[in-house]
Structures are given as structure tokens and as C-alpha cells.
């Protein structure tokens, strides 16, 4: 039901809408706000992933509409480790896109690009974010005590990761930080 596909030029107003949403907007460095800036977005896309440092991708369902972002960026070749950041449109969550789109970025960067460990973070105020890390087959492996810093308040950090070796079932479901 769900791929992951590189970004095209067509999804600019689809990214653009995603942006609009003040909550996603406050986690990125890199907001685009206007269809140009969004079209940059979607060639930075491009110039990584054939430099070898990051692979982003959009996530889509049966009908090629945009419901979100997955990106594996390689933290380190020596150690072979990545980091997996996704979003999903506010129209789109609580359907399994984010699950699907962690698992598949973590297929593809065990198979394409010869990572061994991904991680990842979300806070702990986000409690939908630890249950997709953890269905993704991410396990919880600590809190990093106020880790983020957006606007005036600093956030405690959920960390997961996942191994090439480790298998997708098996990881609780419980919530984060409990």
C-alpha cells in the first residue's frame, strides 16, 4: 500500500502544506515557505542522496499523493550508522504511514547503502513517534535529558535504534519514557 518514491518537482505545494503546520515547522532548521524554496528542498533531496550522505524520500500510498517524508542520513561510514527522521501530513496520520515508511527506509538502507545501525529520536512529549519507531522495529534504548531545543523550552529525547540483524517483531509497545 504504502513506497517510498524521490521527491518531484509536482509535490512542491504538497511540501509546501506540510511546512504550513507550525509544529513541523519548529523541528527543522530548513522550512521552505514559498514554491521555490520548496523546489530547492526537492533538488537538495536529489544532491544528497547521489553524494551518499543522506536518502530522502516521499512517502506515498496507492494513489501517488504525498503523505509524508522518511529520510536515512549516514551519520558515519567508518561505523556504519544512519539516522532515520520522518513526518507525515496531519491528513495522513494514524493510518500507518509513518510505520511503513520508517520500515521501508530501513530496508533500503540496510540493502542499498551498506549501513549496519540506524537511530533515531523523538521527544517524549510525542508518544505516537515512539509507537512508529518502535513498529518500524526501532528498540528503545535510552532518554537524553533535554536534548532538543525548540523555541524557549528544551525536550527530553526517546532514543531507538535498530540493527541490519534484528528482526521487526519483537520490540513492546509500550510508551516511551514509562
Known amino acids: 500500500m504504502y513506497r ?13 502544506t506540510a511546512f504550513a503546520e507550525p509544529e513541523l515547522a519548529r523541528q527543522t532548521p530548513e522550512v ?3 514554491e521555490e524554496e520548496a523546489l530547492s528542498w526537492i533538488d537538495r533531496q ?14 506515498t500510498d496507492g494513489t501517488d499523493v504525498v503523505l509524508g ?23 495522513a496520520r494514524g493510518r500507518g ?8 527506509a530501513a530496508e533500503y538502507a540496510f540493502a542499498e547503502t551498506d549501513l549496519f545501525r540506524l537511530e533515531l529520536g523523538h521527544r517524549l512529549d510525542n508518544p505516537a513517534s515512539c509507537l512508529v ?4 522495529g526501532f528498540r528503545p534504548e535510552g532518554i537524553e535529558r533535554q536534548k532538543l531545543h525548540y523555541g524557549n523550552g ?25
Open 4 to 16: 517510498l518514491r524521490l521527491w518531484e518537482p509536482g509535490d512542491a505545494e504538497r511540501l509546501l
Open 32 to 34: 521552505p515557505a514559498t
Open 46 to 59: 536529489r544532491t544528497a542522496a547521489e553524494a551518499g550522505d543522506a536518502f530522502g524520500f516521499a512517502v
Open 69 to 91: 517524508h522518511v529520510q536515512v542520513s549516514v551519520t558515519s561510514r567508518t561505523h556504519d550508522l544512519g539516522w532515520v527522521s520522518y513526518w507525515v501530513h496531519a491528513d
Open 97 to 104: 504511514a509513518a510505520t511503513a515508511a520508517a520500515r521501508l
Open 133 to 136: 519507531a518502535r513498529r518500524a
Open 154 to 178: 528544551r525536550f527530553d529525547t526517546g532514543t531507538h535504534a535498530r540493527l541490519r540483524t534484528d528482526a521487526v517483531a519483537g520490540v513492546p509497545f509500550t510508551v516511551c519514557g514509562s
